[in-house]
Structures are given as structure tokens and as C-alpha cells.
């Protein structure tokens, strides 16, 4: 209840742009450092939200504190707000990193050594200070509310529900299967989203407002849950499917009609194919 009341909290205050910084390039860079520095599961999903977080509100000071009166004013206001936030991108990134392994009860968080090390290797210039400055940055931007709940926590708790109330499922397999699909949902997100929107609307170009109205589907925790636990039942066990769908839809209230449409897309995603 706590989670989707949150979930429900953060999709009806929606930043206008939100997933802006969730790019393949953007995830695939959290996802490998975190594998580099041995940082558990949940540690870099929570950097992902952190720094999509943070970025939208950074730009959002910037461009407010900048901008100027007249149209020449504005573009040359909103170049320097892209000069900053390119030049801070990588290090705003580590940080996002470093406190998400802090958050982790379950390993070692990131030192500053280490992250200088890191940064230093990529040729940048960056001191101890720079980090711990750039650390506080992110805090105070966030308003120190960094222990953001992410979609692995709705999968896992989801999993103990179905177990509890008797679904019979390969608990192990199926645990690391749904995470597997979670690091290739991120990976992947703008395509299975826009197959998930032409498939909603039964139309192969969106219009604007149906790409605008769509954003609270993907920024949706409990459905991304909700699909891929209902895929990795599809995979592992597809005589189970049906009746973990009907519990999925119980448990959350999404109906089974989205939850399929979800699976499919990720499926098709995954086969790379238009077959249902």
C-alpha cells in the first residue's frame, strides 16, 4: 500500500519532462560502473532515478536563474544552461552513484578515492573537494530526499505477494530472470514504451498530446513491475501465466489488458519480432 501510494504521489506530480535523462547511453553508463565498482542490484537503479531526478530540477534553477527578456536573450540564456550541465554531466553522474551505494546496507559504498580514481581515468581534472561539493549539490537540488523508492523494490515486494498468497513459481529463477528484463527494460525503454503507445492507441503515429498524456505510463513503477513479472512468468512457466495475471491484477488494479500489452511489447522487444 505504501508503495503505490508513492508511486501514485510521484505520477500525479509529474515533471513535464520527465525520463529526459533515462537515454540507453545515460542507463548503460550507470549500469557499468556500478558492475565495475561491485555495487548490488538496487544500487543502480537508485543512481538512474537519482540523477533523472536531479538533472531535471538542476536544469530547471538554471534556465529559471538565467533567462533573460528578449528571444536572443533566451537562446543565448539556454546555451549557457546546456554548457553547464554538459561540462558537470559526468561528475553530477558519479555523485549520483556514490550516494546510491551509500543508501546500500548491503555493500561497501563508493569512497572518494575511488570516484577521483574513476574520473581522473576519463582525463578529467576533478578534486576531493569538487566531489564533496558536487555530492551536496545533488543533496540540496533534491532537498535531501535521495531514498527514492525503484521499480526493483515494487518487483520484489509484488514476487513475495504472489508467494504468499500460493502462487507456485520458481522463486530463485524467476527473481533472477525479472531482474535481467528490469537492467533490459531500462536498456530499451524508448522502444518497448513506443510499441506499448501504438499498440494503446491502435495507431502507428502518436500525435503530440497522445505522446504528452503517455508520460505517466512510462514513468509508471508498478506497471514496469507488474509487465515484467508477468513476461518472466510468460518465459518460465506460461501454464502459470493466466492465474499469476489475474493475481497481478488483485494485488495492483491494473487490469489484465494492460499487463498482456506490457508483456507484449517487451517480448517483441526482445525477439525482435511483429508476431503476437
Known sequence: VHLATENEQYLSALPEHAGSFKDTRVVEFIFLLSEQWHLDQSTRYQAVELLERFMLKQVEQLWESSRGGSAQAQGSSWRSVKDQVVNTFVLRLVSCVQLASKLSLHYCRVTSDRALKFLQSLKYSYSKQDLLESELTVLNTLHFHINVSTPLAYLEL???????????????????????????????????????????????????????????????????AVGIISTGVFILSPGRWEQVVEHLNCITGITPQSILEFSYAVLRRILGSTTP
Open 158 to 224: 509484488l514476487l513475495e505477494v504472489l508467494g504468499h498468497n500460493g502462487c507456485l513459481l520458481p522463486a530463485k529463477p524467476l527473481h533472477q530472470l525479472c531482474v535481467q528484463l528490469l537492467d533490459f527494460c531500462y536498456l530499451t525503454r524508448e522502444t518497448i514504451y513506443d510499441t506499448l503507445l501504438k499498440i494503446t492507441i491502435e495507431n502507428s503515429t502518436p500525435s503530440k498530446l497522445q505522446v504528452a498524456k503517455f508520460l505517466t505510463v512510462k514513468e509508471d513503477f508498478m506497471l514496469l
